[in-house]
Protein backbone atom coordinates (compact mmCIF):
# COMPACT_ATOMS: atom_id res chain seq x y z
CA UNK A 1 0.00 0.00 0.00
CA UNK A 2 1.66 3.17 -0.87
CA UNK A 3 1.69 5.62 1.76
CA UNK A 4 2.52 8.55 -1.16
CA UNK A 5 -0.14 10.73 0.83
CA UNK A 6 1.67 11.25 4.21
CA UNK A 7 4.41 13.19 2.68
CA UNK A 8 5.92 16.39 4.26
CA UNK A 9 5.78 18.61 0.70
CA UNK A 10 3.95 18.76 -2.16
CA UNK A 11 4.22 20.55 -5.52
CA UNK A 12 0.66 21.76 -7.26
CA UNK A 13 1.31 22.13 -11.04
CA UNK A 14 -2.08 24.07 -12.38
CA UNK A 15 -3.90 22.97 -9.60
CA UNK A 16 -2.48 19.36 -9.40
CA UNK A 17 -0.67 18.16 -6.69
CA UNK A 18 2.16 16.25 -6.62
CA UNK A 19 3.40 14.61 -3.47
CA UNK A 20 7.06 14.90 -3.25
CA UNK A 21 9.48 12.35 -1.05
CA UNK A 22 9.88 12.94 2.50
CA UNK A 23 12.90 15.02 3.46
CA UNK A 24 12.52 17.49 0.40
CA UNK A 25 13.62 20.76 1.46
CA UNK A 26 10.41 22.99 0.17
CA UNK A 27 13.23 26.48 0.42
CA UNK A 28 15.54 24.54 -1.63
CA UNK A 29 12.76 23.59 -4.34
CA UNK A 30 10.82 26.77 -4.42
CA UNK A 31 14.75 28.23 -5.64
CA UNK A 32 14.80 25.60 -7.89
CA UNK A 33 11.46 26.09 -9.48
CA UNK A 34 11.74 29.48 -9.69
CA UNK A 35 15.32 28.99 -11.84
CA UNK A 36 14.10 26.40 -13.69
CA UNK A 37 10.60 28.97 -14.54
CA UNK A 38 12.71 31.97 -14.96
CA UNK A 39 14.99 30.01 -17.90
CA UNK A 40 11.88 28.12 -19.16
CA UNK A 41 13.44 25.03 -18.75
CA UNK A 42 12.53 21.25 -18.51
CA UNK A 43 13.21 19.86 -15.71
CA UNK A 44 13.03 16.04 -13.83
CA UNK A 45 11.09 16.42 -10.41
CA UNK A 46 11.46 13.03 -8.21
CA UNK A 47 7.39 11.99 -6.61
CA UNK A 48 6.96 10.46 -3.05
CA UNK A 49 5.71 7.26 -5.22
CA UNK A 50 9.08 6.76 -6.75
CA UNK A 51 8.30 7.83 -10.30
CA UNK A 52 9.52 10.72 -11.96
CA UNK A 53 7.94 13.34 -14.44
CA UNK A 54 9.55 15.57 -16.82
CA UNK A 55 7.97 19.35 -16.24
CA UNK A 56 8.14 22.00 -19.26
CA UNK A 57 7.67 25.22 -17.14
CA UNK A 58 6.83 27.24 -20.05
CA UNK A 59 3.94 25.48 -20.51
CA UNK A 60 2.85 25.51 -16.57
CA UNK A 61 0.35 28.67 -15.51
CA UNK A 62 0.48 28.60 -11.37
CA UNK A 63 2.87 26.53 -9.19
CA UNK A 64 2.65 26.26 -5.80
CA UNK A 65 4.61 24.30 -3.17
CA UNK A 66 3.09 23.21 -0.15
CA UNK A 67 4.40 21.39 3.58
CA UNK A 68 2.00 19.12 5.54
CA UNK A 69 -0.21 20.74 7.65
CA UNK A 70 -0.93 23.88 5.26
CA UNK A 71 2.64 25.41 5.89
CA UNK A 72 1.92 27.61 2.78
CA UNK A 73 1.12 30.44 5.13
CA UNK A 74 4.29 33.28 5.89
CA UNK A 75 6.09 32.99 8.52
CA UNK A 76 7.55 35.97 10.76
CA UNK A 77 10.73 36.46 9.31
CA UNK A 78 10.14 35.71 5.45
CA UNK A 79 6.97 36.19 2.75
CA UNK A 80 6.13 33.09 0.72
CA UNK A 81 6.80 33.19 -2.67
CA UNK A 82 4.95 34.18 -4.93
CA UNK A 83 2.79 31.54 -6.93
CA UNK A 84 4.19 31.63 -10.29
CA UNK A 85 2.00 33.15 -12.81
CA UNK A 86 2.47 33.42 -16.65
CA UNK A 87 0.23 36.23 -18.80
CA UNK A 88 -1.87 34.24 -21.31
CA UNK A 89 0.30 35.37 -24.74
CA UNK A 90 -1.21 38.73 -26.27
CA UNK A 91 -3.83 38.35 -28.69
CA UNK A 92 -2.66 37.77 -32.55
CA UNK A 93 -2.06 41.21 -34.80
CA UNK A 94 -3.55 41.37 -37.92
CA UNK A 95 -6.59 42.41 -39.73
CA UNK A 96 -9.87 41.88 -37.52
CA UNK A 97 -12.17 38.73 -38.72
CA UNK A 98 -15.15 41.23 -38.03
CA UNK A 99 -13.89 43.96 -39.65
CA UNK A 100 -14.97 43.70 -43.34
CA UNK A 101 -15.24 46.89 -45.01
Known amino acids: ?5 AVEVQI ?4 QPYPLPAGT ?3 ELRRRVAQAVFRCEVEQLHLADGRTMLVNWRSVRLVEIRQAGGASAPTRDRQ ?3 PATIPPPPPASGP ?5 S
Not at 12 to 15: H, S, T
Not at 96 to 100: A, E, G, M, V
Open 12 to 15: LIDG
Open 96 to 100: NKDDL
Open 80 to 82: PAA
Open 1 to 5: MCDCW
Open 25 to 27: DPE
